[in-house]
Nanobody, 118 residues
């Protein structure tokens, strides 16, 4: 059983930046970031895999978001730049799986709210 805790969500003006953190209870092979806006399905954002931290991004965030990790701290980060109102959602990190599908992941954090206002 892996536990995950997200932090860093906030309200920010469009064009601004936030960095989300996902602390895991143990080292995991991969961690994914997803988001869910009201009335919408959970959406893949990015994942990072392996010791070297190979990143994969959704097209909607490529070039604006950067996923990274600190193996010593068992923490994965999501740096989000040039935010826009469409990025407003609850952001979740997940482990125990691979790839872009939320159903692949066994363990989830509680989520952190990101609100972008214009």
């Amino acid at each position: 059983q892996v536990s995950l805790v997200e932090s860093g969500g906030a309200s920010v003006q469009a064009g601004g930046s936030l960095r989300l953190s996902c602390a895991t209870s143990e080292r995991t092979f991969s961690v994914g970031w997803f988001r869910q806006a009201p009335g919408k399905e959970r959406e893949f954002i990015a994942t990072i895999m392996g010791i070297d931290g190979v990143p994969i991004y959704a097209d909607s965030v490529k070039g604006r978001f950067t996923i990274s990790k600190d193996n010593l701290k068992n923490t994965v980060y999501l740096q989000m730049n040039n935010l826009n109102p469409d990025d407003t959602a609850v952001y979740y990190c997940a482990a125990g799986g691979l790839g872009r599908s939320a159903s692949n992941y066994a363990y989830w954090g509680q989520g952190t709210q990101v609100t972008v206002f214009s």
